[in-house]
């Protein structure tokens, strides 16, 4: 059974392009699980009570949606779940056009000990009932190794928080996008390649993000380079522990082929897969 929600949508959810940001769209996927959570029987809406950790998120970006005053549509379910972690799916709809596909993996945390938990058997029984869409996203490979890359001061904000009192997970795209920009403003400088769009991306949270005034590091690397698109792997990380806090992997598609300047800058931070 698939639940729907409405989502509206924000003039400042757009990026420099004209379209939705892809990073919005994690606002959207959250906003749909919380009223699916809340809308469902009680015992799911205890969940956001005591405590549920999302542990990755995927994302497919199928076509660009501009500015509009109608909602987005999505439908979402459960696809699957074991004994301490289920996966929510997503079609999101502009108007009667398919424009993402998403999933998110999550897991019961007591807030009260501070560790993660099994699912209680009447939890499970309502995630069965909850089930829908049953064609989750395959997952980008990993790079195997990613020690360098290129490297960004991630400054977390205040207002970065959730109501657990960490990094919302929402907030790690953000993160991630800020590194990519500061990256490829480096990598596309007079290349002739400006415009692109984000097509895949994946995360896997590792561990909760906390507020501190002394920045963390976004280290993004290239992992694959193709004629007009690039896959880049990037981690959130403590650089003086090497504790990983996330990692991602994002598909860039340009509109034209890449240019021979823009494939050696991309070379400089190219790892094997």
Not at 56 to 70: D, G, M, N, T
Not at 90 to 105: K, N, P, Q, W
Not at 170 to 187: G, N, P, W
């Amino acid at each position: 059974m698939t639940h729907t929600y409405l989502c509206p949508i924000r003039w400042g959810d757009m990026d420099a392009q004209g379209h939705i940001n892809n990073a919005a769209y994690l606002d959207y996927l959250q906003e749909a699980r919380v009223d699916f959570l809340l809308s469902g029987p009680a015992i799911l809406h205890q969940l956001l009570d005591t405590g549920v950790l999302v542990t990755s998120h995927q994302v497919e970006y199928l076509r660009p949606i501009k500015f509009a005053e109608q909602q987005i549509r999505i439908e979402l379910g459960v696809d699957s779940f074991g004994a301490s972690r289920f996966y929510i799916s997503y079609e999101l709809f502009d108007g009667e056009h398919l424009v993402a596909r998403a999933r998110t993996g999550a897991v019961p945390f007591d807030l009260a000990t501070g560790s993660l938990r099994r699912l209680l058997p009447e939890e499970r029984s309502a995630l069965e009932a909850a089930r829908g869409l049953t064609e989750p996203l395959p997952p980008l490979p990993r790079p195997a190794h990613q020690q360098e890359g290129h490297r960004y001061a991630l400054r977390v904000r205040w207002s970065d928080l959730d109501s657990y009192g960490h990094v919302n997970n929402v907030k790690f795209y953000d993160y991630i996008q800020e590194a990519r920009i500061a990256m490829l403003s480096q990598v596309m400088e007079r290349s002739g390649q400006v415009v692109w769009v984000i097509v895949r991306q994946d995360l896997e949270y590792r561990q909760p993000l906390d507020f501190r005034t002394e920045p963390y590091e976004v280290r993004t690397a290239v992992v694959k380079i193709g004629t007009r698109s690039f896959t880049l792997a990037a981690k959130i990380l403590d650089s003086d522990t090497d504790t990983i806090f996330a990692t991602a992997r994002s598909v860039v598609v340009g509109e034209e082929p890449l240019t021979a300047e823009a494939r050696t800058r991309l070379e400089r931070w190219l790892v094997h897969s």
